[in-house]
C-alpha cells in the first residue's frame, strides 16, 4: 500500500478532514490509486461514541487535490470527543494495486511473490503456502542435486531459492510436473506432493511429506446389538468439505464423519497433521462459510493425541476474476498478514483475510468479498519445527554453487558492455584498460567472501611475495569484510 495522510483543517465553525495519497514520492508520472476510505472520530471515555460520514469513494493522482469533508464535523459537535485536549480519528482505507508506479514489494514488505502462468490460477497460491511451510522448504533444499531442468526437485529448488533471497517477483512458467496440470486445487497438491515424497526417498528423511501432511481417518460401522466395526486408517494429505449450505468450520468437520445412511457409520479421525489443509468445494458462491484464526479439533479425534490438536492460521486461497491469483499469508503465524497477488505483495488487515472471505450476504456481519477454496493451518505444538529459520549457510553447498553460478550466468547476459573508439584510446596518456588497485581489491573481498575455511595462496602486493593465508570467519554477516580475521602462517 502506498503511504497516506492525513490532514485536519480547523475553523471557527467546523473541522475538515482530508486524505492525500503519495505524498512522499517525487514522481511526477501518471500514477493512480483508486481507494475506498472511512474516517471516524472516535471517543472512548466514560460516554463511548463514533462519529462518522459516509465513506470516500476516489481515484488519487499525482495531480490531484486532496479527498475528504470540508465540514467534516461543527465545533459545537467536536467539544464532545475532546479529551486531555486531543481527539482520536480512525481512518480504514481499502485500495487497490496502484497503477503506474514501481512497487518494490520486497521493500516493502520483506517478501516477493510469483508471476505469470495465467492457468491454472490456483497454482501460484500454492506454491507459495508450501514455500511459507519452512520445513518441507528446507527438506526440498536437501534433496540431492539434479541439474535437470525438467525434474519437478530442481525447479522448486531454484523457485524457493529465488523466492527467498531474490528482489524481485519469480515467474513459475518453466515449472513442469510429470503429468499435466489438473483443474482443481486439491488434486494439484496431492500429486505434487506425492512426487516430491517419491524424489525425496533418496536423500531425505523418511516419511519427510508424511509426517508433515498426513491426516489418518478410519471408518467405522455399528449396527443395533453390534460391536463397532472399525476398518485400518486411511492417509490422506489434507481434508476436502463440500460447502451447500451456511455453515462454519466446526460444523464442517461433524458432517464429514457422518455418512448419513440409515447404519450408524462414518468416519474418525486417528491423527491431525503439523500442517492443515483443508479443501473447500462450493456448490455456490452464495453460501457462507465461517472459519476462525484459531481453532481446536480434539472433539474429532478418536483419542486424544500427545498434544492437543491446537491450530493457527496460516494462509487463505480465495479466486479473484481481475487477478491470476490472490492468496493471503502469515509467514510467521503470528497475525501480521500479506496479500499476494499477480507477483505483488502488500500489507493487509487480519480482517481483510479471515472475516470478509467467508463468502455469501449477510446483514448482521461484514461485507464478504471472497470465497475460499482452500485454508492452511499449523498445529501450535509445532509451529518452531515448522516455520524454522533457513539461512543460506542450511542450504547444501552444490546446489548453492549451481544457484548462484545460474544466477550470476543470467545477470551477465544484460550487462552493459563499453566500447572504446581507437582514436580515443590513443590520446589517452595512460592506457589501462582496467582499475588495478580497484580489481585487486575486488578479488580479494570475493576470496574472503565465497571461501572463508580453505586455505589458499594469495599474492601479497605489499611484500611482494607468495604466502599462505588462513582466514577464519568470526561472523555470520558475510557482508561485512573487516571482520574476517587474516593470518600469515609460516609455509
Known amino acids: 500500500m502506498l503511504p497516506w495522510t492525513i490532514l485536519i483543517h480547523l475553523r471557527d465553525k467546523a473541522m475538515g478532514v482530508y486524505l492525500r495519497c503519495n505524498d512522499d514520492s517525487d514522481s511526477k508520472s501518471n500514477w493512480s490509486c483508486h481507494a475506498v476510505a472511512k474516517v471516524s472520530l472516535v471517543s472512548r471515555g466514560l460516554r463511548s461514541k463514533i462519529f462518522t460520514r459516509h465513506e470516500l469513494n476516489h481515484l488519487h493522482k499525482w495531480e490531484d487535490e486532496d ?40 521493500k516493502h514488505t ?10 491454472p490460477s490456483y ?26 531442468e525438467h525434474v519437478l526437485g530442481f525447479q522448486l529448488q531454484r523457485l524457493f531459492h529465488e523466492l ?60 443395533k446389538n453390534m460391536k463397532q466395526i472399525q476398518e485400518p486408517h486411511n492417509i490422506s494429505y489434507g481434508i476436502q468439505f463440500n460447502i451447500t449450505e451456511h455453515t462454519n468450520i466446526y460444523d464442517s468437520f461433524r458432517k464429514f464423519q ?52 491446537d491450530y493457527v492460521l496460516q494462509a487463505v486461497l480465495v479466486p479473484d476474476q481481475t487477478a491470476n491469483y490472490k492468496v493471503f499469508i502469515s509467514p510467521k503465524a503470528d497475525g501480521r498478514w500479506f496479500k499476494f497477488a499477480d507477483g505483488v505483495v502488500f500489507k493487509c488487515r487480519k480482517d481483510e483475510a479471515i472475516e470478509q472471505n467467508y463468502g455469501g450476504n449477510n446483514v448482521n456481519v461484514k461485507k464478504s468479498i471472497g470465497t475460499p ?18 539461512p543460506e ?57 565465497h571461501r572463508p575455511h580453505k586455505r589458499m595462496r594469495m599474492m601479497t602486493r605489499s611484500m611482494g611475495q607468495i604466502s599462505d593465508i588462513s582466514i577464519e570467519q568470526i561472523s555470520d554477516s ?13 609455509p
Open 164 to 223: 527467498q533471497f531474490g528482489n524481485r517477483a519469480v515467474g513459475t512458467r518453466k515449472l513442469q510436473m510429470s503429468d499435466s496440470l489438473p483443474l482443481n486445487a486439491h488434486i494439484f497438491l496431492d500429486k505434487l506432493l506425492r512426487e516430491l515424497e517419491h524424489n525425496m526417498m533418496e536423500n531425505c528423511p523418511e516419511n519427510t511429506i508424511l509426517g508433515l501432511f498426513s491426516c489418518k481417518m478410519s471408518a467405522y460401522i455399528k449396527l
Open 110 to 119: 520483506g517478501y516477493i511473490g510469483l508471476k505469470g502462468r495465467d492457468k
Open 373 to 390: 477454496y482452500m485454508l492452511v493451518y499449523i498445529r501450535q505444538s509445532e509451529l518452531k519445527c515448522v516455520l524454522i529459520k533457513i
Open 393 to 449: 549457510n542450511m542450504i547444501i553447498w552444490d546446489l548453492m554453487k549451481h544457484l548462484n553460478l545460474k544466477h550470476r550466468t543470467g545477470n551477465n547476459v544484460n550487462a552493459p558492455i563499453h566500447v572504446m573508439l581507437g582514436q580515443y584510446f590513443e590520446s589517452q596518456s595512460q592506457r589501462y584498460l582496467m582499475n588495478m588497485e580497484l580489481a585487486w581489491n575486488i578479488w580479494k573481498n570475493h576470496i574472503l567472501l
Open 67 to 106: 479527498s475528504g469533508y470540508f465540514n467534516f464535523i461543527s465545533r459545537k459537535e467536536l467539544d464532545d470527543f475532546i479529551e486531555n485536549d486531543s481527539i482520536t480519528l480512525t481512518v480504514h482505507i481499502k485500495a487497490a494495486m496502484p497503477k503506474g508506479i514501481p512497487w518494490d514489494s520486497k
Open 258 to 309: 457422518i455418512c448419513g445412511t440409515q447404519a450408524d457409520n462414518g468416519v474418525i479421525f486417528t491423527s491431525f497433521p503439523p500442517v492443515l489443509h483443508i479443501h473447500l468445494q462450493r456448490s455456490a458462491d452464495t453460501h457462507r462459510f465461517e472459519f476462525y484464526e484459531e481453532i481446536n479439533l480434539d472433539a474429532f479425534l478418536a483419542e486424544r493425541e500427545n498434544t492437543p490438536a
Open 123 to 148: 497454482l501460484n497460491s500454492v506454491l507459495l503456502t508450501l514455500y511459507f511451510t519452512n520445513s518441507l522448504r528446507l527438506a526440498v533444499y536437501r534433496m540431492k542435486p539434479d541439474m535437470n
Open 478 to 490: 558475510s557482508k561485512d569484510v573487516d571482520k574476517l580475521i587474516m593470518t600469515n602462517l609460516p
